[in-house]
């Protein structure tokens, strides 16, 4: 191929040369190679606050490669992309699948951190499976996308793209229920969702276990997020005398549920998944509704853990608040993705969409979370659902998860 | 609890959203039975009234959950924040009125509702804009005070929503009954032109009918809040399309049949979920609609609309 030398690129080509010289810049630093990361939450609406917490996460592994030149001759960037928007007021599939071709068509993207959300997830995978663009998602948890029985649907292109650093609600409601009949006893329960796919597919897998586990199932009902008013559902649940109520859904609903559910049936054990961890329930709610409710993580719970204390500190002085278990997960998607490039430069192959998505087929990382593999669909071959209470510590800032969520433990496994 | 319990709880849910329904219900009314306009701005005027009244209380200190006021103090803020709301939304609905509906009132075809969607729109995204989309937590300075009637729990919030409701309907039947104003008003309602030819200032009439239906949105604003504890921007679609049913199923421009029409929505809303399930209750509402819309057009209290000479 000849490259036609135009008036203007030959100027350019001139002038950059001239910088170079001035400069003293030696050529290798001189062409650093941009490597851009994309991250896709939703950075608008009831999820923001931890859209932002998760995405940091990233950002700083992204900025420490950096400083560190962690690999040689590359230079990484992050671009943001949100999928959450005002008339939604929470995350939108229609702007993520927008998001996607968006990425997409950014040539130096070459992989990307995110969804924070499986509805926005499996409006964007068949996206990414046609541009070979591999993400990480930090804490989607909805297992059809990886399923692969669904995988005519959400990787037509063939290869696996959709890469998980959390594990799934496959896991997550079920482990849940185990621990609801196991350890918190329960008997009878009411389910609920919130009608996105996140909130359906949790609620499925939960009842269906809980079923399994001799759990009576009182009933199954569906909130519209939109709606202000639940008192005449849980007015229902009073009415049947439930032990517990779970709910598999967002923020958006609920916020609403666990204030009405606080007036209506203080005394029946109030659960919900990963949807009803963060620092929105908190100041949305607020105490003392919001007090007791259980929430589960699908990763370890490594926050705490004192040999993360010098990088919590790290994130906490940098970003001014302090990190949850997704921000972990984020931070280890990225570090896996830096890890992908790392092993292609030093093996000498192209930075290319494709033999990125391979490195991160073949990782096996040391990460926060400790060592990271997947298995052939993109999930973590070791699961673990950690389950939090609510339980209000004066002392820290009321909206800061990791202060207000306290760590119960492992959920059992199926 | 028991079936009897189950029941009466259900039916105090339900006439406490009927309640909120019905004030936001006469807005549409009033503005239709005089312009023959659906003002789709009242939705997001129900919507800016709540922020307003969070505003307010924030500025009284009232913040979260945190300030529980009682007797004197509560009755003060209250009656400050209820003023101050009403005075806000009732403003801006006569400025909504003044700088842009009288502008294209005398446009022929749907000019007029297109324009109050287009206001409502930009409320909505002026409120998403300087606030964010997240649900804000609306300050409850009510004491927890409750009375069991056998299983079913009455709290002091549900007793002074009635209240508040009531005295404001009433407020209202009179203001359009019994006053000059108001009887200038059912005059423009009936015939704008055979009132304009008897001296009445119909412009005047029509600003009153915004004001009084803004500020009964606005007074639902905070309904809204104190009832729910919470508040966003989003909040006005889903009330302000139940309550605009409420005033279509009571006959549109109709006084009364708004307040009944709000309360029969609120019922459904409430037995819908019992009986059937929450994720139905918006199939339950509209079919009713239908129904009750093919059986008799004109709502079950009959329409009161201006007649065309």
Redesign the interface.
């Known amino acids: 191929m000849t490259v036609k030398l135009t008036r203007r690129s030959a100027l350019m080509a001139t002038a950059a040369t001239a910088a170079a010289a001035t400069l003293g810049v030696s050529g290798a630093e001189a062409a650093d190679k941009v490597v851009k990361i994309a991250l896709e939450m939703s950075f608008?609406?009831?999820d923001?606050t931890s859209a932002l917490r998760a995405a940091q996460g990233a950002m700083m592994a992204i900025d420490e490669a950096n400083e560190s030149k962690a690999v040689k001759g590359v230079k990484f960037e992050y671009v943001k992309f949100d999928d959450?928007t005002?008339?939604?007021?929470?995350y939108d599939p229609v702007q993520g699948a927008t998001n996607a071709r968006k990425m997409v068509s950014d040539r130096d993207i070459v992989a990307s951190v995110g969804p924070q959300m499986s509805g926005v997830g499996k409006a964007m995978a068949p996206i990414l499976s046609q541009g070979n663009l591999a993400t990480i998602t930090p804490a989607s948890t909805n297992p059809d996308i990886t399923d692969p029985k669904f995988a005519a649907q959400y990787r037509p292109a063939g290869k696996a793209i959709y890469f998980r650093t959390v594990a799934t609600d496959a896991f997550q409601g079920p482990n849940m229920a185990n621990f609801m009949a196991d350890k918190l006893k329960v008997k009878s329960i009411f389910v609920l969702d919130d009608?996105g796919a996140y909130g359906v597919g949790l609620a499925d897998a939960f009842q269906a276990q809980a079923e399994k586990k001799g759990i009576k199932i009182l009933g199954r009902?569906?909130?519209?997020p939109?709606?202000?008013?639940?008192?005449?559902?849980l007015?229902?649940i009073?009415?049947l005398?439930a032990d517990a109520m779970y709910y598999g859904g967002v923020?958006?609903a609920g916020?609403?549920l666990a204030?009405?559910s606080y007036?209506?049936i203080p005394n029946v054990i109030k659960a919900g998944g990963d949807g009803m961890f963060g620092s929105?329930l908190l100041?949305?709610?607020?105490?003392?509704?919001v007090e007791g409710w259980y929430a589960t993580q699908a990763s370890p719970h490594v926050v705490d853990d004192p040999k993360l204390g010098n990088w919590t500190k790290k994130y906490t002085e940098k970003y001014k608040m302090g990190p949850d278990d997704y921000t972990v997960t984020s931070y280890d998607a990225a570090l896996i993705i830096i890890d992908a490039v790392k092993r292609l430069v030093a093996a000498g192959k192209p930075v290319t969409r494709d033999n990125v998505r391979d490195n991160i087929q073949s990782s096996k990382v040391s990460t926060l979370q400790g060592e990271v593999e997947f298995d052939e669909h993109g999930d973590l071959k070791n699961k673990v659902i950690s389950v939090f209470q609510i339980k209000q510590d004066k002392t820290k800032p009321l909206d800061d998860p990791s202060s207000q969520y306290k760590y119960v433990g492992v959920a059992p496994t199926v | 609890?028991t079936t009897a319990?189950?029941i009466l709880?259900?039916l105090i849910?339900?006439v406490s959203?009927g309640a909120m329904y019905a004030l936001l219900a006469l807005g549409f009314t009033l503005v239709y039975g005089i312009l023959e306009l659906i003002n789709f701005s009242h939705f997001n005027i129900f919507m800016v009234g709540s922020f307003v009244a969070l505003m307010t209380l924030d500025a009284f200190g009232l913040k979260?959950?945190t300030v529980v006021l009682t007797g004197l103090p509560l009755a003060g803020v209250l009656l400050v924040a209820f003023l101050v709301t009403m005075v806000a939304t009732g403003v801006l609905g006569v400025g909504i009125e003044r700088f842009l509906l009288r502008r294209v009132r005398h446009v022929k075809g749907p000019a007029a509702m297109i324009t109050t969607i287009g206001v409502s729109y930009i409320l909505?995204?002026v409120v998403?804009?300087t606030t964010?989309?997240?649900?804000?937590?609306f300050p409850n300075p009510l004491p927890a005070v409750h009375y069991d009637i056998g299983?079913a729990?009455l709290?002091l919030r549900e007793i002074l929503i009635w209240i508040i409701a009531f005295v404001l309907m009433g407020g209202l039947s009179y203001f359009v009954n019994r006053t000059r104003l108001g009887k200038a008003m059912r005059a423009t309602a009936q015939d704008p032109d055979a009132a304009r030819m008897m001296g009445i200032e119909v412009d005047r009439v029509i600003m009153t009918a915004f004001f009084v239906g803004s500020a009964l949105a606005g007074a639902g604003g905070l309904i809204?809040g104190l009832y729910?504890?919470?508040t966003?921007?989003?909040?006005g679609?889903?009330?302000g399309l139940r309550a605009f049913t409420a005033a279509v199923l009571g006959g549109i421009g109709n006084v009364p049949g708004a307040m009944v029409g709000g309360l029969i929505i609120g019922l459904i809303?409430?037995?819908?979920?019992?009986l059937i399930?929450?994720?139905w209750?918006?199939v339950v509402i509209f079919s009713i609609l239908v129904l009750v819309l093919v059986f008799r057009p004109s709502g079950l209290f009959g329409r009161m609309a201006p007649n065309k000479s």
């Open positions: 608008t609406g009831a923001a959450g005002a008339t939604a007021g929470q009608s009902d569906r909130l519209d939109k709606a202000a008013d639940y008192s005449a559902i007015t229902k009073k009415s005398g923020g958006q916020v609403k204030k009405q007036e209506i929105d100041t949305g709610v607020g105490f003392p509704a | 609890m319990d189950l709880q259900q849910n339900g959203l979260g959950q909505l995204n998403l804009l964010g989309a997240d649900a804000k937590n299983g729990v709290r809204f729910y504890n919470f966003s921007a989003s909040v679609f889903v009330a809303e409430a037995s819908g979920g019992q399930a929450t994720a209750t918006d």
